[in-house]
């Protein structure tokens, strides 16, 4: 940018002003002392530095003007300028370019230092800045929407053949599926399917993104997720919630006189449960209370332990039943697809031993190694097998002695899919389902029922905790944050207890919430999301925390 004074005699020629607006440029006359004083220097050097001329003409020489000081400020560059003080109209035409400089838009910095980093203005970097929400599109019967990949796969709305299609294109998790509403209810026509089996019904509101009037319908070239920047939608709190939220607010010396709480159960104000508070030192008597509890189990086996036989009891009474594992596990490692394919064939593994008493030994014996590494202090499964003296007190594990490396490996490969349907085998993980685990959890807990009779049990649920490092689930299927919880996150089951045997009995795996909802007493038809009806007399429906607790009795 150039600025010039009016009074151009003061000056021997153009005075030209490089800005940089982001710095506070300092005063008119000190920056033009500066500047004369640096011109006069840098004359008087280049004089006597000069060699003498030879005798005879002259050669006119070209006077180089002086280099501008580095640094972010206004500076002003006057050519052939020797005076030692400043003018008023220099004085002028700097307090002009100063002002300017100020005002100056970023757009019109046409020349920058070398050497220095021009540092970045207020606000004006998004590395750092948390993502803009916004909110979410109304979605209307024949209005276009899309889904991702991740969202719809695991909530068992697919038929087998539309999830057949979804694995085969190998697409990424955000890969997204546009449609269109067809009717109420979460019914979809996606695009991607075939013709005559497009329809995809029972998806929740929060899986689908509407697509505007004026929006491409793209598929997303980064790694993001569609709905990261969607803002939820505030809900009303229901009576239940204001009654609760205005009984806390009566503050504590007031909560602790009273003697009743009124628990709304509906929007009428006669629509209530008065629960009766007892005062502090006052408790329910033993002669109150209706219910006896049994004070001895009721066994159906009895189960003689002896040392010799302790593995054979673990897997006959406690253990889920490995019946035909070994011929399972050959098949699976016989695949191409099975991760120790190459290794079983060049070793010949057979985990099915047809000739021994028992042809499950070889499936038991790795069971109980799995078991046992728990008690070592060494991690990994080659550390396991190592032999000798450790550096410590204490010789090592020495699995080797049991079952070669290589099998054992071969078996923790194959392990997890030997109770579950053959479809599950050899799939990609991050396509793998909760009814990969259901089996065998429920082949345990039915070992425990045939043990003894559960008359007394306690309703609880359990966490195993899970971190993800490379994914949002990292191979779950989802994950369940409870911060009340030791273990907050990972896989939470509904489970039983027990009282008299301290045994869990029952396990129901808490999964999606559209998964949730198929399950029993919750819908009496799942296929078309028809809820279940209470026998209240009002006839509502089944709300879900019911249904989890009908669910744990029924299968304790």
């Avoid at 030879?54 to 006077?63: E, L, N, S, V």
């Avoid at 100063?98 to 910095?109: G, L, R």
């Avoid at 028992?358 to 991690?379: F, G, N, R, S």
Wanted: net charge neutral.
């Amino acid at each position: 940018m150039s600025s010039c004074s009016d009074d151009d005699e003061a000056l021997d020629g153009d005075c030209e002003i490089r800005v940089d607006h982001w710095s506070n440029p300092p005063s008119p006359e000190k920056a033009l002392k500066q500047r004369a004083a640096e011109s006069a220097s840098s004359s008087s050097e280049s004089e006597n530095e000069s060699p003498q001329p030879r005798k005879g003409k002259k050669k006119p020489t070209k006077k180089k003007a002086p280099a501008p000081p580095r640094g972010n400020h206004a500076a002003t560059t006057l050519n052939a300028a020797r005076r030692g003080s400043p003018s008023a109209s220099e004085l002028q035409a700097a307090r002009a370019a100063a002002a300017a400089s100020v005002n100056t838009p970023a757009t019109e910095t046409t020349t920058t230092t070398h050497g220095s980093k021009k540092a970045s203005p207020p606000g004006s970097t998004t590395a750092r800045r948390p993502q803009k929400k916004k909110k979410q599109a109304a979605i209307r019967v024949k209005g276009r929407v899309h889904a991702t990949r991740s969202k719809i796969f695991h909530l068992h709305r697919m038929n087998p053949e539309q999830k057949k299609f979804v694995e085969d294109r190998d697409a990424k998790n955000n890969f997204r599926l546009f449609g269109t509403v067809v009717a109420g209810r979460g019914s979809v026509d996606f695009d991607v399917f075939p013709h005559n089996n497009r329809r995809v019904s029972g998806l929740d509101r929060r899986r689908l993104i509407a697509v505007g009037k004026d929006e491409e319908e793209v598929q997303r070239r980064d790694d993001d997720d569609d709905f990261a920047t969607i803002e939820k939608a505030a809900k009303k709190p229901s009576p239940e919630k204001i009654s609760i939220k205005n009984f806390i607010e009566l503050g504590e010396d007031v909560i602790a006189d009273a003697d009743h709480f009124d628990y709304a159960c509906g929007e009428e104000p006669h629509q209530f449960i008065k629960w009766l508070v007892l005062p502090d030192g006052v408790h329910v008597t033993e002669a109150e209370d209706p219910m006896v509890c049994p004070t001895e189990l009721e066994s159906k086996v009895v189960v003689e332990c002896e040392p010799d036989a302790c593995a054979d009891i673990f897997f006959k009474h406690f253990f889920p039943d490995v019946t035909g594992h070994g011929k399972r596990m050959d098949e699976h490692c016989e695949s191409v697809d099975a991760p120790f394919c190459q290794t079983c064939q060049h070793e010949k593994m057979k985990f099915h031993d047809e000739d021994a008493e028992d042809p499950y030994w070889i499936i038991k014996q790795c069971h109980l190694l799995m078991i046992a590494a728990v008690t070592e202090a060494d991690v990994g499964i080659a550390n396991l097998w190592k032999t000798g003296k450790t550096c410590g007190r204490r010789l090592q594990a020495d699995f080797g002695q049991c079952t070669p490396v290589n099998w054992f490996r071969a078996f923790c490969s194959a392990c997890p899919f030997m109770w579950c349907d053959t479809k599950w085998w050899h799939k990609a993980k991050r396509d793998l389902d909760w009814d990969v685990f259901k089996p065998c959890l429920k082949n345990m807990m039915d070992k425990r029922k045939q043990l003894f009779v559960a008359v007394l049990i306690v309703l609880d649920e359990s966490m195993f905790a899970w971190k993800p490092k490379s994914s949002k689930t990292d191979g779950a299927p989802n994950l369940t944050f409870e911060p009340r919880k030791p273990v907050d996150l990972g896989t939470q089951i509904r489970d039983a207890v027990e009282c008299l045997a301290g045994v869990i009995i029952c396990g129901d795996i808490l999964e999606l919430p559209e998964v949730q909802r198929q399950k029993k007493h919750f819908c009496c038809d799942p296929d078309n999301s028809t809820r279940a009806i209470t026998s209240m007399p009002r006839e509502e429906e089944m709300p879900a925390h019911t249904a989890e607790v009908l669910r744990q009795v029924e299968e304790s």
